[in-house]
């Protein structure tokens, strides 16, 4: 099992690209998030997904989309990117039975310029 | 954004050395949980904790859920170099999907 993987591991954006960030689990979990990890600031729940069909905003939604494209993907959108988006992205996932033991992908390192 | 409160913010210890952080909040959790974080890595589940006064180990690392269920702590016995990394403290409310995570300890471990 790969676990939770991520696409792209490094990224450079110029202000008002937009790119998207991929990722997929193969634990056949239910639920998946998406972080932002900043210096000193720990991490921070983006958006979420309980199930395939269903998004919800977590603490930090601004400047972002996801889609549930299955039960396997979820991705991340930055539709016009800010420098103050510049930050380590993860991906996780949670099964059903123990659904608050959470497993990271290894994070995409996004630079906007 | 409700954050808990995450102690020390910085460690530099002698391998061999004992260590303890902690983590508290103004709420209460139904769930602590423990990761730690190597450089350029995700986060890994080191010790997942469910009732208030549970102690729980997993080699040389004990955690325990306070009783008040506001607190967590987590101890390090005779630490490596490979112990060297950020450990995160999340906890989770009744009824909820999402992890509150503290700002991390990072340790370095001095050979």
């Known amino acids: 099992n790969a676990g939770v993987t991520q696409t792209p591991k490094f990224q450079v954006l110029k202000t008002g690209q937009s790119m998207t960030l991929q990722c997929a689990q193969d634990?056949?979990?239910?639920?998946m998030y998406w972080y932002r990890q900043d210096p000193g600031m720990g991490l921070r729940l983006i958006y979420y997904?309980?199930?395939?069909?269903?998004?919800d905003k977590g603490e930090v939604p601004n400047g972002y989309n996801v889609s549930r494209l299955n039960k396997r993907e979820f991705s991340l959108r930055l539709e016009s990117a800010a420098p103050s988006q510049t930050s380590v992205y993860f991906c996780a996932s949670s099964g059903q039975v123990y659904y608050n033991e959470q497993f990271f992908g290894p994070g995409t390192r996004l630079t906007v310029l | 954004g409700q954050q808990l409160n995450q102690s020390p913010q910085s460690m530099f210890i002698q391998e061999g050395e004992d260590v303890s952080m902690n983590c508290t909040s103004s709420s209460i959790f139904n769930t602590w949980l423990w990761y730690k974080q190597d450089p350029g890595e995700g986060p890994v589940l080191l010790i997942a904790?469910?009732?208030?006064?549970e102690l729980t180990s997993n080699g040389r690392l004990t955690a325990q859920f306070g009783i008040t269920r506001k607190d967590s702590f987590l101890n390090i016995s005779a630490s490596i170099p490979s112990d060297v990394g950020i450990y995160f403290c999340?906890?989770?409310?009744?009824?909820?999907?999402?992890?509150?995570f503290g700002k991390g300890t990072k340790l370095t471990v001095n050979p």
């Open positions: 997904s309980a199930s395939e069909g269903t998004t």
């Open positions: 999340a906890g989770q409310k009744s009824g909820s999907e999402k992890l509150v």
């Open positions: 634990m056949n979990h239910n639920s």
């Open positions: 904790l469910y009732k208030a006064g």
